[in-house]
Nanobody
Framework: QVQLVESGGGLVQAGGSLRLSCAASGTIFSLNVMGWYRQAPGKQRELVAS???????NYVDSVKGRFTISRDNAKNTVYLQMNSLKPEDTAVYYC???????????WGQGTQVTVSS
């Protein structure tokens, strides 16, 4: 069973940056499409970025140009570099393995990102 551990969240002022990490185990990481999701209070969880096996990427419009997803297959880790953060980016961020646009693994504990104005 895939296990996912997110880290790197915190409190940052608007315009600041954070780098999230997600360590995966229990799977052949290099063969998985990976995604970063976020869930804000009172809102549904949304997929904000994904990275395929060939490292091609996709982003939701609201984070394009500000967030960058990357992967290190040797470390079984996927990253989310978040720049120019906005208060509306405040959420708990999760990673997961993807099939199509659907998550396939169990959810980890997530990492809280709070952006103050």
């Amino acid at each position: 069973q895939v296990q996912l551990v997110e880290s790197g969240g915190g409190l940052v002022q608007a315009g600041g940056s954070l780098r999230l990490s997600c360590a995966a185990s229990g799977t052949i990481f290099s063969l998985n499409v990976m995604g970063w999701y976020r869930q804000a209070p009172g809102k549904q969880r949304e997929l904000v970025a994904s990275i395929r096996i060939d490292s091609s990427t996709n982003y939701v419009d609201s984070v394009k140009g500000r967030f960058t997803i990357s992967r290190d297959n040797a470390k079984n880790t996927v990253y989310l570099q978040m720049n120019s953060l906005k208060p509306e980016d405040t959420a708990v961020y999760y990673c997961n393995t993807l099939r199509g646009l659907s998550p396939t693994g169990s959810w980890g504990q997530g990492t809280q990102v709070t952006v103050s104005s």
